[in-house]
């Protein structure tokens, strides 16, 4: 848990990437922080930073400048191999597309995170885990069943069980409703909320989607690597 | 052209494996078949490239030349055949040299052929010098023995027997030895040094020219008596003990290999196109014709199986240069053309299933699938 | 690693290509070896059958019991040189047509006649009676036991007592028998090479302690007119052998350099197919070790699994193989180390994938397509 109430805290945050004889800033000074138990939308064109935002705040990339703390633990400077690790044990991903292991069940697919490296619990624990998850995410009867055999709502809940089986301080949603239809859309918005805020789970949710900003607790504006504007929620919608 | 060569430029690796693949396939059965011909040459190179269209055995010897003993009767019967033109004695023996120029001071175990005619027995053709004309004179096989040199063995009662090389034949080995072709007389000698207790030289096999044809000639020996054995040159040497399978294994092989080339140059391209039928799909759906990409497709195909030929060839070329152990490989264009043109055949019928994969892409899907 | 091997049994499909072509090779290479082995076979059964450590050759014989001879007095220095350490025993060979008694003339099988003191491998211990003959297990399909067999030009008689067992010899086309039995052969199929009552043609040495088989060779040597080679190097001397072992020998080498190359151009080609798949394994943390093992152990899997249709293939192929069409035999060695040098081809041709994958940036599971 934090030190200090925040799940993530971005000071002064900036990548560059050097290509040819230029350079391209893809974040700018980035000031971000984000509260235990906060639902943050990140909303802006294509190119904005976006993506590398939450790829940094991941600990997927290394900044060029700036500091990042999750949960407390600056990993600004970590290696590789540090990171690799941090990924594994301190936050979770849905990502937009490839969500999950095609060859594996739901129930492996939630496993898979244990397969991959020592994440300090035996394997009888992260399966009790794992079917406790699926039991909440009302996937019980489809532990055994492969993703083909599962229909984009089901498949986008495994994947959100899969991110939070290693009870993470924070989780990146990439796009979570933009492969699905409307009514499905809804339902996995509200899916999101309510085990976020039913564990005291911080996500950062980079959507188009107008539907999860009006669910998240803020909405941050980035565009062309700064942040513009913060919008809160007026009120806490149920 | 374009198409093929920017995708073969961003998948270096995995084509210059594939090509790897195919170059040492190629190297590997070109290389084979050389060397089965020459291991196969050096076991029945005396019997083949020798002049006597008709070789007469013992039966007993079960067509191993050095095991055949033509008795006085067996002799007569050849010579008294209405079916035998001429007719002369083989004589074959093994020695052993205490060194010769070539063998670096060390022993030189060889075979000595004796001969009546230089029709009936003598190598056909020389590559350098010429037969023997005198007492002593002996042809040699290319590579074992040097023009000019003289050799001398001492039998075990004490005699010597030298031999002067005078002329040299090429892929003339029996049995994988070196073989001092001379005239008959001189290898009684050798056979009287060698073996000092026997109280008679007999010859190996007999050497004979049919008067009409050989079929008549074989029907009539084996009919004259069981215990000849007589053969064509042909048939002497493919019925040499052990080189027939030899030659038959090896064929077996050539065939699997030659196989392997088209299996591995044709699912590689099938698995690729699978791979990139999105942006085949895309390129349909912007305009571009199926032609095209089959073309682009037929191009990798002959970049890899002509790259692969060509270095495999090279390889082969380069390894007729070297010598194997004893034997050498000999770069043979004919081989080297019928491959060429069979695995360039295989190769693009392989490519088929490829093709037919690209001509069935519907550009329709570009707008409908994309993205899960 | 589990998670590798959960995928091969999951989408078999994925990996059948890579199997079904390795599966060929493999057959290629054990197929290769077993020609291999068999031409050997052929040639060097009889050497390998015979006891003790070492074959004493006069050494005008050129390495060869053909041209070699050793009469009553040399062989008694020779016993002297070995003094101790060992028992001596006289052999001979003479190849030679036998035919059936009462059959047709013109079918002459080719056999060895094979005269021996002290009982090679298969053999009772005493030697057959004079004229009485044991037969090589592949003579059994030619020959019956109690049959009288005539040898050669001069028609020798001798009975065929009976068979041996195939596991308990690694000879061909042999008939043993007593010394005097070949010698008598010898004398009326090959006169001019008869040999005295004492004479014969090479010497076993059956010695107490192994370990001493090079001193005692060098003793041998160094007092008499002999070559004293162990039976390792006497089989090596044969003609031919050299040249068929280095043949083969560098065949199957490119082959197994083709299969590396197969193995690392399939599972280059499956690991670009799962690039986004590994892109998200690395996101959720697993290190790229990790991920390289697994494909490691795949391929090792598929190699596996292509080599052990090889083996099966291969032993198929030397039962159903009739005996004397094909020089072919399945040596269990050969096939063993086969599969090793496969797996190891495996290891390195996948080796291939792993800067690809070590390449892989994780940043590229997120963000869409």
Same mark, same amino acid.
């Given at each position: 848990?934090?030190? +200090? ?83 594994? $044990? ?54 055994? !069943? ?19 089986? !290693? ?23 509200? /899916? ?36 513009? +504007? ?9 | ?24 396939? =190629? ?7 050389? /060397? ?12 083949? !490239? ?16 050095? @095991? ?35 063998? *670096? ?71 994988? %030895? ?167 055949? /295989? ?14 892409? +519907? ?10 | ?36 082995? @068999? ?37 008694? %220095? ?62 059994? *399909? ?16 001798? $009975? ?133 093992? @697994? ?61 690809? =994958? ?10 869409? !397509?």
């Amino acid at each position: 848990m934090s030190k +200090d109430g925040f799940a993530l805290q971005m000071q002064g945050v900036r990548k560059v990437y050097p290509m040819a004889d230029q350079e391209v800033v893809a974040l700018d000074g980035i000031e971000m922080d984000v509260a235990e138990d906060e639902i943050v939308a990140l909303v802006g064109p294509s190119g904005s930073g976006k993506t590398t935002l939450c790829t940094i705040a991941g600990g997927i990339l290394t900044p060029t400048d700036g500091r990042v703390r999750v949960g407390g633990e600056d990993i600004t400077d970590y290696s590789a191999k540090k990171l690799t690790e941090f990924r594994r $044990t301190r936050v979770g991903f849905v990502f937009q597309a490839v969500n999950l292991v095609p060859f594996l069940t739901a129930r492996e697919n939630l496993l898979v995170v244990d397969e991959l490296g020592p994440t300090g619990r035996s394997r009888s624990d992260a399966r009790r885990r794992a079917d406790q998850l699926l039991e909440e995410l009302g996937l019980a009867d489809r532990a055994n !069943n492969l993703p083909g055999q599962l229909s984009g709502g089901q498949k986008q809940r495994v994947a959100i069980g899969r991110a939070l089986m !290693n009870s993470p301080e924070l989780v990146m949603f990439d796009e979570p409703t933009s492969a699905l239809d409307s009514k499905l859309g809804d339902q996995v918005v509200h /899916l999101i909320r309510d085990e976020m805020k039913q564990r005291g789970t911080s996500a950062i949710i980079v959507t188009h989607d107008e539907r999860i900003t009006h669910y998240a607790d803020r909405t941050v504006h980035i565009t062309d690597g700064r942040i513009t +504007d913060h919008e809160y929620a007026a009120a806490a919608v149920g | 052209m374009f198409l093929a060569a920017k995708e073969m430029h961003r998948g270096k690796v995995k084509f210059a494996l594939l090509l790897v693949a195919v170059s040492l396939l =190629v190297f590997l059965i070109l290389v084979q078949q050389a /060397l089965s011909r020459a291991l196969v040459t050096s076991f029945i190179g005396a019997i083949e !490239n020798q002049s006597a269209p008709v070789l007469v055995y013992a039966t007993d010897a079960l067509r191993a030349p050095q @095991g055949s003993v033509i008795t006085p009767p067996m002799e007569e019967l050849v010579t008294a055949s209405p079916e035998v033109a001429e007719a002369g004695r083989i004589g074959i023996l093994s020695v052993t040299f205490p060194t010769s120029a070539l063998a *670096e001071g060390e022993e030189l175990s060889a075979v000595v052929w004796g001969y009546e005619e230089e029709a009936l027995g003598a190598p056909a053709d020389l590559s350098a010098g010429a037969y023997p004309a005198a007492a002593g004179e002996a042809v040699g096989t290319a590579g074992d023995f040097e023009l000019g040199e003289t050799l001398a063995f001492e039998g075990p009662g004490g005699d010597t027997v030298t031999f002067d090389v005078v002329g040299l034949a090429e892929d003339s080995q029996l049995a994988v %030895q070196p073989t001092l072709f001379v005239d008959y007389a001189d290898f009684e000698d050798a056979a009287l040094a060698a073996n000092p207790t026997a109280m008679a030289v007999l010859p190996s096999l007999m050497a004979v020219a049919p008067a009409t044809t050989e079929a008549a000639l074989i029907s009539d020996l084996r009919a004259a008596s069981v215990d000849l054995d007589p053969l064509t040159r042909a048939d002497a040497a493919s019925e040499f003990p052990g080189a027939g399978q030899v030659e038959q294994s090896f064929l077996i092989i050539l065939g699997l290999y030659g196989f392997v080339v088209p299996l591995v140059t044709g699912l590689f391209f099938l698995i690729i196109t699978f791979q990139k039928t999105r942006a085949l799909t895309l390129l349909r759906a912007v305009g571009a014709r199926s032609g095209v990409l089959v073309r682009a497709l037929l191009w990798q195909v002959a970049f890899i199986l002509g790259g692969g030929i060509a270095v495999g060839v090279g390889l082969y070329a380069l390894t007729s240069l070297v010598e194997i152990g004893q034997l050498t490989i000999v770069f043979d264009w004919g081989m080297v053309a019928f491959w060429t043109a069979l695995l360039g055949v /295989l190769g693009v019928l392989s490519a088929l299933a490829s093709i037919r994969r690209v001509l069935a892409i +519907d550009p329709v899907e570009a707008t409908t699938g994309g993205g899960h | 690693m589990r998670l590798a091997l959960r995928e091969l049994r999951r989408q078999p499909g994925r990996f059948a290509v890579a199997t079904v072509t390795l599966t060929l090779i493999a057959i290629l290479l054990m197929f290769l070896g077993g020609l291999l082995d @068999g031409l050997l076979q052929s040639a060097t059964g009889a050497y390998r059958a015979q006891p003790g450590q070492l074959i004493v050759y006069s050494d005008t014989a050129n390495d060869t019991l053909a041209g070699s001879r050793i009469d009553g007095d040399l062989r008694v %220095q020779v016993e002297d040189a070995v003094g101790g350490a060992g028992v001596v025993g006289g052999i001979g060979e003479l190849t030679l047509g036998a035919r059936v008694d009462g059959g047709d003339e013109r079918e002459l099988e080719s056999v060895a006649l094979r005269g021996y003191e002290i009982a090679p491998a298969g053999l009772p211990d005493a030697a057959p009676a004079l004229r009485e003959v044991w037969a090589d297990p592949d003579l059994a *399909e030619t020959y019956e036991a109690g049959q009288t067999l005539l040898l050669g030009p001069g028609r020798s008689e001798v $009975t065929v007592a009976g068979f041996l067992d195939d596991s308990a010899t690694p000879s061909l086309g042999g008939l043993w028998a007593s010394l005097d039995t070949w010698r008598a052969v010898l004398a009326e199929s090959r006169p001019g090479s008869a040999m005295g009552e004492e004479t014969v043609q090479g010497l076993v040495v059956v010695l107490e302690d192994e370990a001493a088989a090079a001193d005692v060779a060098a003793a041998i040597d160094g007092a008499n007119p002999t070559r004293t080679l162990t039976i390792d190097d006497a089989v090596l001397a044969i003609p031919g052998v050299e040249a068929q072992n280095s043949t083969f020998g560098q065949i199957i080498g490119v082959t197994l350099a083709i299969a590396l190359v197969v193995v690392a151009l399939f599972f280059a080609l499956l690991t670009v197919e799962r690039l986004s798949l590994y892109a998200v394994l690395k996101a959720m943390g697993a290190k790229t070790r990790t991920i390289f093992a @697994g494909v490691v152990v795949q391929a090792l899997a598929v190699t596996l699994i292509a080599a052990a249709i090889g083996v099966a293939m291969t032993i198929g192929a030397g039962q159903s193989i009739p005996a004397g069409s094909l020089p072919f035999a399945v040596e269990p060695a050969r096939l063993a180390i086969s599969v090793g040098f496969m797996a190891l081809a495996a290891v390195v041709g996948s080796a291939f994938s792993l800067r690809r =994958v070590a390449r892989i940036d994780p940043a590229e599971a997120i963000g869409g !397509n």
